[in-house]
Nanobody
């Protein structure tokens, strides 16, 4: 059974940095992609960063140049480095794994809260 566990959320002032981690287990193959999403109160969930099995990275427009997605396969951990944080980055951040490229179905972590104060 695939499990994703996020950590590293917290509170920070605008302009600061946070690093999120997502430990994954239970899947012996390469994921089609591993991604970060976020959901702010009253808003729909949005994609933040995507990392496919070939190493290609895609970022949402609102985080380009500020956030970096990476993965350590040996540690089975996905990371999201967030710099120059803004109050509008406040949200619950979710790690997600897309097992197969033939489907859009993802496995989700429980989420971790990030709060950025002005």
């Amino acid at each position: 059974q695939v499990q994703l566990v996020e950590s590293g959320g917290g509170s920070v002032q605008a302009g600061g940095s946070l690093s999120l981690s997502c430990d994954y287990s239970g899947y012996p193959y390469s994921f089609c992609s591993m991604d970060w999403f976020r959901q702010a109160p009253g808003k729909e969930r949005e994609g933040v960063a995507y990392l496919d099995s070939g190493g290609s990275k895609v970022y949402g427009d609102s985080v380009k140049g500020r956030f970096t997605i990476s993965k350590d396969s040996g540690k089975k951990t996905l990371y999201l480095q967030m710099n120059s944080l803004k109050p509008e980055d406040t949200a619950i951040y979710y790690c997600a794994a897309r097992l197969l490229c033939s489907t859009s179905t993802r496995i989700w972590g429980q989420g971790t809260q990030v709060t950025v104060s002005s």
